[in-house]
C-alpha cells in the first residue's frame, strides 16, 4: 500500500456551496456543523451553503468554516472508503489547514479546534483592521526575482515580502496595500504573467500579524493539545513534528513567518510519500502538487467524491 499524505486547503480556498455536498450526502457530515455552530454562536451551514460571500470571506468567519468542512470531509471518508485513511502516514495544512490537519492527526478534539480557529481568525481580522494590507499571487516569477521586485516596490515603513512559497512560479506576496498597487506593474514588467489579489483581509504571515501573536499564543496554551498520532509538517519549517509542546510553538510563530508550502511537500516526498489527498474544498493544493512534480498522484474529497 502507497504512503499517502494528507493535505488540508487554507484561507482563500472558502466558496459559497462549501461543504453542501457532504452534507447532501452524508448525515454524519451535517452533525459537525451543528457541533460547531453550538460552539460558534451562528449557523456555519447557512453561512457555508448560501453566504452572503462577504461575510464567509471574513476572516473570523473563513477560518472555521475551512475548519469544519475538512473535518467532515475527513471523517466522511473515515466512514465511507476507511482504506483511504488507513493509508495516510503524515499530514500538512496550508496556514489555517495546518489547524485542521493538526486535528485530523489527533493533536486536537474537533470542538476545541473550533474555538481555537475561530479565537485565531478574530485575532488575524483585528490585526487586519488596524492597517490597510493584504495578498496577492504571483504567477510566473521565481523566489529571487519576485524578491527584488518587492524590494524595489516597498517604500520606508511598509512591508512587502514573500509569504506563501506555495510552488514554482506561484508565490503569494503579503504586505501594505499601497505597496502591493506599486508590485503589480513591476512584477509584470519583471516577467510575471499576472498578478491575482487574494480573497484575504490582510498581510498574513508578516510582522503586520504580530498583533495577533499573543492572542493566538494565549489560546493554543488553553487548550488541550496533544502529541499526534502521525505527524504534522509544519508551515514555519517544512519539516514533520509530533510533540504537543513544539506544535504549539510553531503553530503561534505560523501567523507572521512564510509558509514554507513547496519545501514541505518536497519534504513529504524524500520521507516516503507517494500519492496525496486533499481533503475539504477546492482543488488548490492538488494544482500546487502538478507544479512541483506533474507526476505526483493526488485525489480529493469534500466538494464531490
Excluded at 451543528?34 to 460552539?39: F, G, K, L
Excluded at 468554516?65 to 471523517?75: K, N, Y
Excluded at 499530514?91 to 486535528?103: I, K
Aim: one cysteine or more; aromatic letters at 6%.
Amino acid at each position: 500500500m502507497s504512503s499517502v499524505g494528507i493535505l488540508f486547503p487554507g484561507q482563500g480556498a472558502q466558496a459559497v456551496g462549501m461543504g453542501r455536498w457532504l452534507c447532501d450526502h452524508h448525515k454524519s457530515a451535517r452533525a459537525y456543523f451543528d457541533r460547531a455552530s453550538e460552539v460558534l454562536g451562528y449557523d456555519l451551514s447557512s453561512l457555508c451553503f448560501d453566504g452572503p460571500e462577504a461575510k464567509l470571506n471574513e476572516t473570523e468567519f473563513s477560518q472555521p468554516a475551512l475548519f469544519v468542512v475538512g473535518i467532515a470531509a475527513a471523517e466522511t471518508l473515515r466512514e465511507t472508503q476507511p482504506e483511504r485513511i488507513e493509508a495516510i502516514t503524515a499530514a500538512a495544512g496550508l496556514s489555517l489547514g495546518e489547524y485542521t490537519a493538526v486535528c485530523f492527526s489527533g493533536g486536537l478534539e474537533f470542538e476545541d479546534g473550533v474555538r481555537l480557529v475561530q479565537r485565531r481568525g478574530q485575532a488575524m481580522q483585528a490585526a487586519a483592521n488596524a492597517v490597510d494590507s493584504g495578498m496577492a499571487s504571483v504567477i510566473g516569477l521565481d523566489l529571487e526575482t519576485l524578491q527584488k521586485v518587492c524590494d524595489s516596490s516597498r517604500q520606508e515603513g511598509e512591508v512587502l515580502q514573500p509569504a506563501n512559497l506555495l510552488c514554482p512560479g506561484n508565490i503569494a506576496i503579503s504586505g501594505h496595500l499601497t505597496a502591493i498597487e506599486r508590485l503589480i506593474p513591476a512584477a509584470e514588467k519583471a516577467g510575471a504573467m499576472k498578478v491575482v489579489p487574494l480573497s484575504v483581509a490582510g498581510a498574513f504571515h508578516t510582522a503586520l500579524m504580530e498583533p495577533a501573536v499573543q492572542a493566538l499564543t494565549d489560546a493554543l496554551e488553553e487548550m488541550p493539545i496533544t502529541d499526534t498520532r502521525i505527524p504534522v509538517y509544519s508551515n514555519v519549517d517544512a519539516k514533520p513534528h509530533q510533540s504537543a509542546e513544539e506544535i504549539k510553538q510553531l503553530l503561534s510563530r505560523q501567523v507572521v513567518g512564510s509558509v514554507l508550502w513547496e519545501a514541505s511537500i518536497r519534504q513529504m516526498l524524500a520521507d516516503g510519500v507517494e500519492k496525496f489527498e486533499e481533503l475539504g474544498t477546492g482543488r488548490v493544493l492538488r494544482g500546487t502538487l502538478k507544479r512541483i512534480n506533474r507526476k505526483l498522484p493526488s485525489d480529493g474529497f469534500g466538494d464531490e467524491a
